[in-house]
């Protein structure tokens, strides 16, 4: 078990050490070495409505996040307009 673990790391350090030494000739390579251990899942918190009911379904969600972005945003001002 002990030496899987260390073949594991052992093979991990190289691929790390191949990926730092190309950033200068290959840096896609670079990049996407780093991407793939990087990767993390962000999911939006359950919305609550104003009665503290959670709101479910895509088009109910939708419709939630449109009243709120139009409640912190206003109408530009037709006189300064470009």
Do not use: C, W
Not at 2 to 11: G, M, R, V
């Amino acid at each position: 078990m002990e030496t899987k673990i260390q073949d594991i790391l052992t093979i991990s350090h190289k691929q790390e050490k191949k990926a730092i030494a190309a950033i200068k000739d290959n840096a896609k390579f670079f990049y996407k070495y780093v991407a793939k251990y990087s990767k993390t899942k962000s999911n939006i918190d359950p919305l609550i409505d104003e009665q503290g009911q959670g709101v479910h379904g895509p088009k109910e969600i939708a419709e939630k996040l449109r009243l709120q972005y139009e409640s912190v945003f206003s109408q530009p001002d037709p006189e300064k307009i470009i």
